[in-house]
């Protein structure tokens, strides 16, 4: 009898609250679409070199879309974009991991007033970031493996350079601004329709974003490994 009342008093599960808004997960697109405004209002002349600086160095350290939204909030496409997510990326409905920003968050080079380079043989994940204040960063990838059909770098020097180095038979396509600096993307078509896609975004202030072939280097992708 006591048994039948426990079973009987026991309270019935609470739903799951769905996450808030501020609290969903930033996607690569979400923080590329943040970095995409920041770059805007540098070349509109809303932010200076400094100010801009700070704020791509925190995009592409955000994990929530709540931290996100204070670096663009005060400019007007902000306004209308902070916490619109991206829609094809899937949400959770339920509170997020607390863990990092995820194993397909990328790989960050960063340079302050120093250096930093990626090369040799090494796996390319689906995307690189690259930061150079008053430094340089040097990403190779003419020996390395890709793991992906695209690879996207978004590189950004204020008063420093970043350099690309790519394979001679890979797709490399780039968009970005230089501010009283270079941005030079050298395009490339690959014969190959397989072949690993590379694209360029970024910006380059007083100072210079490159990417070009490597002459005699051809590289390898590797698939379901």
Request: charged residues 30%.
């Amino acid at each position: 009898m006591d048994e039948k009342r426990s079973l009987e008093k026991q309270p019935e599960p609470r739903p799951e609250r769905p996450v808030a808004e501020a609290d969903v997960r930033a996607s690569d697109a979400d923080r590329d679409r943040i970095a995409e405004i920041l770059r805007e209002a540098l070349a509109e002349g809303r932010l200076d070199t400094e100010e801009h600086a700070e704020r791509i160095d925190a995009v592409y350290r955000a994990k929530t879309m709540g931290e996100l939204a204070p670096l663009v909030r005060d400019l007007p496409a902000g306004r209308r974009e902070a916490l619109r997510p991206d829609p094809t990326t899937p949400r959770p409905a339920s509170a997020p991991s607390p863990h990092g920003y995820g194993a397909h968050g990328g790989e960050n080079l960063v340079a302050v007033f120093s250096s930093a380079s990626r090369k040799g043989r090494w796996r390319v994940g689906g995307r690189l970031n690259a930061f150079a204040l008053f430094g340089s960063v040097e990403i190779d990838l003419s020996e390395a493996l890709f793991d992906h059909r695209q690879v996207v770098v978004n590189a950004t020097s204020v008063f420093g350079s970043v350099e690309i180095k790519v394979p001679e038979n890979v797709t490399l396509h780039g968009s970005g601004t230089g501010v009283l600096g270079s941005y030079e993307v050298k395009s490339l078509e690959s014969d190959d329709p397989e072949a690993p896609m590379i694209v360029v975004r970024g910006a380059a202030v007083l100072g210079s974003v490159e990417a070009k072939p490597k002459r005699g280097k051809r590289g390898k992708r590797l698939r379901g490994r």
